[in-house]
């Protein structure tokens, strides 16, 4: 039976950001949280059971060092990053959202960033289902 190599961890980017090669799926946005840093890993992998919580249909890919989510036919509707002071999480049509994200904005896309201890997953609970039922940004 021939051994197995283990995978080599992934670089880490600019702020702790894991570089994971482009692809859609479960297994790639697994393989990012896994790789996230500190107590990065822990707030990353709350936001993604939220997010397969509120959206059990959910469609996951990493794409640009980041995992994205969104419903398949209706396009991407969230994203996180990784920085080195906190977990971006972004809304695609975030200015749509009531209220909005109180963070920075650019067109349409709203984000929070979330510290080691001030992840508000009732009021993100409630974002992901609005943005969810939202359209999505980029279709595929």
């Given at each position: 039976m021939p051994t197995r190599r283990?995978?080599?961890k992934p670089r880490l980017l600019a702020g702790?950001?894991?570089q994971?090669?482009?692809a859609d799926g479960d297994a790639p946005v697994k393989a990012y949280l896994a790789a996230v840093p500190g107590w990065k890993r822990d707030v990353a992998r709350r936001v993604d059971a939220l997010v397969e919580r509120e959206v059990p249909s959910v469609r996951r890919a990493v794409k640009w060092n980041s995992p994205f989510y969104g419903l398949e036919g209706r396009g991407w509707f969230l994203a996180?990053?990784?920085f080195s002071r906190a977990v971006k999480?972004?809304?695609?049509?975030?200015?749509?959202?009531?209220?909005?994200?109180?963070?920075?904005?650019?067109?349409?896309?709203?984000w929070i960033d979330v510290h080691e201890d001030d992840l508000d997953e009732r009021r993100l609970s409630a974002w992901i289902r609005e943005a969810a039922a939202l359209p999505?940004?980029?279709g595929r």
């Open positions: 283990p995978r080599p702790g950001n894991p994971i090669a482009k996180l990053h990784v999480v972004t809304f695609f049509r975030g200015t749509s959202l009531h209220p909005p994200p109180p963070g920075g904005a650019a067109k349409e896309a709203r999505g940004w980029g």
